[in-house]
């Protein structure tokens, strides 16, 4: 099967301080890469969907200014979360589709904690 | 209403229970539907895709009634490692993913 990485798989930040993480498609190009983000004990909620080369589409609720998403290559995509509180602190997920499928392939998450 | 309404759980059966687990979605012109699992900490993985005419991989066997808009999920025999979270999860054709906040299954030896 189609195989996602993501770095760092954990990082713990201090408070105002921003983190990038990146998800790499490794043995498929991702046309579409979908973020979520997952709370304890809470379902994956989508966060954005991006399209190589375009501007991610952000879920209500979301704000553009605070998750950066970029999505340069048909293999990487990156989210950083600017000026982390601790209420940012979250599960985060990415996945890769394929334009021709439906099919989502994730990635291992990425655990971040804010101080 | 949630999109996709699961109940939580948790289900503790013993090995070689069946068990069966149901999700019901709100959105009618939702398009594909998958059962996926979760193990604690961890990525979701595609357990199998559903379909209306119902189909069965091994001791999996998940069905799809549009006219009620709702999923099953069938676990037979059941294991161990199938100790997890199942979560429904819809395509609604915005080719995102929908979840359910998923059903935890206990497997007890």
């Known amino acids: 099967g189609a195989v996602v990485s993501q770095h760092p798989s954990w990082v713990i930040c201090k408070s105002g301080t921003s983190v990038k993480i990146e998800c790499r498609s490794l043995d498929f190009q991702a046309t579409t890469m979908f973020w979520y983000r997952q709370f304890p004990k809470q379902s994956l909620m989508l966060m954005a969907t991006s399209n190589e080369g375009s501007k991610a589409t952000y879920e209500q609720g979301v704000e553009k200014d605070k998750f950066l998403i970029n999505h340069a290559s048909l293999t990487l995509s990156t989210l950083t979360v600017t000026s982390a509180h601790p209420e940012d602190s979250s599960f985060y997920i990415c996945?890769?589709?394929?334009?021709?499928?439906?099919?989502?392939?994730f990635g291992p998450g990425t655990r971040l904690t804010v101080t | 209403r949630k999109e996709v309404e699961q109940d939580p759980g948790p289900f503790n059966v013993p090995e070689g229970a069946t068990v069966a687990f149901n999700c019901t979605y709100s959105n009618s012109a939702s398009q594909s539907f998958f059962w996926y699992r979760q193990d604690c900490r961890k990525e979701p993985k595609l357990l199998m895709s559903?379909?209306?005419s119902g189909n069965e991989d091994g001791r999996f066997t998940a069905q799809l009634n549009r006219a009620s808009q709702y999923i099953s999920l069938l676990i037979r025999d059941s294991k161990l490692s199938d100790s997890a979270t199942y979560l429904c999860?819809?395509?609604?054709?915005?080719?995102?993913?929908?979840f359910g906040s998923g059903t935890r299954l206990q497997v007890q030896p």
């Open positions: 996945s890769g589709g394929v334009s021709a499928t439906y099919e989502q392939y």
């Open positions: 999860v819809i395509d609604t054709g915005r080719r995102a993913l929908t």
């Open positions: 559903v379909y209306s």
